[in-house]
């Protein structure tokens, strides 16, 4: 069993937040474009599933290299309706003055952040918690 | 004749530490995929896997394997949701298990240099 292993899966969980932050954050920029009626961005989320890692048998039998990892499997649009607000000077706006918004819920979004950077963190200490056993476990060959 | 470096508690010792190895992977593993759908709690029997492991050294004749029921096992925890302040909680008590499985092992290896310079200094 490798201690490498287990940094890979520390890496795994990064990228799944950060694939998670770069939707959150392209949600949150888009929230104000407009579009004609059905035209409007789409809100997206990501589609994260655990995997198992190469040489993976039964699930009662795992090691460091076959335990299960998250990965991102798609980025889909989320199905809300557009948002309409009444500005009837807008260049968009439809026959009876609305403008289409993208249905992108700003409180959800802020929590999706602080959720991300939580689990982000935690993903960095775990790893960071790893690289210093190798590190002591390398050390003990050193002092003697 | 037994020999000084086939004594059973290197054996032991890195037994536990495997198995202590396993355990961080096993946290690492739970805290990637917290939140995930579907995503069922792993964990290792640590206590259940050492007691097994020192019992068969102390009954027979020190052998360094693993008892009939194989290596330590990745099980699925009785909780099935990863809750991530608990997981860094444990992650931190089974790393500083692991430290004090490592002082262990460089003082018997510190022993068994003293033993080898006849109790000197150096």
């Known amino acids: 069993m490798s201690m490498f292993g287990?940094?890979?899966?520390?890496?795994?969980?990064?990228?799944?937040?950060?694939?998670?932050?770069?939707?959150?954050?392209?949600?949150?920029?888009?929230?104000?474009?407009?579009?004609?009626?059905?035209?409007?961005?789409?809100?997206?989320?990501?589609?994260?599933?655990?995997?198992?890692?190469?040489?993976?048998?039964?699930?009662?039998?795992?090691?460091?290299?076959?335990?299960?990892?998250?990965?991102?499997?798609?980025?889909?649009?989320?199905?809300?309706?557009?948002?309409?607000?009444?500005?009837?000077?807008?260049?968009?706006?439809?026959?009876?003055?609305?403008?289409?918004?993208?249905?992108?819920?700003?409180?959800?979004?802020?929590?999706?952040?602080?959720?991300?950077?939580?689990?982000?963190?935690?993903?960095?200490?775990?790893?960071?918690?790893?690289?210093?056993?190798?590190?002591?476990?390398?050390?003990?060959?050193?002092?003697? | 004749m037994s020999s000084i470096v086939s004594q059973p508690v290197f054996g032991v010792l890195s037994q536990a530490l495997d198995v202590a190895a396993l355990k961080q992977a096993v946290h690492t593993a739970n805290i990637a995929n917290a939140g995930v759908p579907g995503y069922h709690r792993l964990d290792v029997s640590f206590d259940a896997q050492m007691q097994r492991a020192s019992d068969e050294m102390t009954a027979a004749d020190g052998s360094e394997s693993w008892p009939s029921g194989g290596g330590p096992r990745v099980v699925r925890a009785a909780d099935e949701t990863v809750r991530l302040d608990k997981e860094m909680a444990l992650m931190a008590k089974d790393a500083a298990r692991y430290q004090t499985l490592l002082s262990a092992f460089e003082h018997t290896v510190g022993l068994m240099q003293m033993a080898i310079k006849e109790g000197r200094e150096g």
């Open chain 1, 6 to 144: 287990i940094l890979d899966i520390s890496a795994a969980g990064m990228d799944v937040q950060q694939a998670r932050l770069e939707a959150a954050a392209a949600n949150l920029a888009n929230a104000q474009t407009t579009g004609q009626a059905g035209a409007v961005y789409q809100p997206l989320t990501v589609v994260v599933h655990s995997v198992l890692g190469k040489g993976a048998g039964a699930t009662d039998n795992l090691s460091a290299d076959s335990l299960p990892r998250p990965a991102v499997t798609g980025t889909a649009e989320l199905d809300v309706p557009p948002r309409l607000v009444y500005d009837p000077g807008h260049p968009d706006a439809d026959a009876r003055g609305f403008v289409s918004m993208p249905g992108v819920d700003p409180i959800a979004s802020m929590l999706d952040l602080i959720s991300i950077s939580r689990s982000y963190e935690a993903n960095l200490r775990a790893f960071d918690v790893t690289r210093t056993l190798m590190q002591r476990t390398l050390d003990m060959s050193n002092h003697r």
